[in-house]
């Protein structure tokens, strides 16, 4: 099964002993207890559920991971300058 977060792929990469230490220690670094922490790393690919943004962020940080990364999903969208080019000036006005 694939999961939402990379977190199962980065600990298994890991040795024995420091997989050990670290998911002893990542529920107090997350503020979370070990059965919520275990939760989040078990979260399906397309599911609804999801971890708060700052529990994403530190992990990607102890991880050694850019921001992003530790999703399954790449997030997209486009730039606010792109989406104003595309309403056309005469709707705008309407707008107000």
């Not at 989040?40 to 999801?50: A, E, G, R, V």
């Not at 991880?63 to 790449?74: A, K, S, V």
């Not at 595309?86 to 705008?92: C, D, E, N, S, W």
Request: hydrophobic share 35%; aromatic share 10%; proline share 6%.
């Amino acid at each position: 099964m694939t999961y939402k977060y990379k977190i199962e792929e980065f600990l298994e990469n890991l040795p024995v002993k420091q997989n050990k230490i670290l998911v002893i220690q990542i529920p107090e670094i997350l503020g979370v207890s070990y059965n919520t922490f275990r939760n989040y790393c078990k979260i399906p690919l397309n599911s609804k559920k999801d971890m708060p943004y700052e529990c994403v962020r530190k992990l990607e940080i102890l991880f050694g991971m850019q921001h992003g990364e530790l999703t399954n999903t790449p997030t997209v969208g486009s730039h606010y300058l792109e989406l104003v080019k595309r309403v056309p000036v005469m709707k705008l006005e309407e707008a107000f």
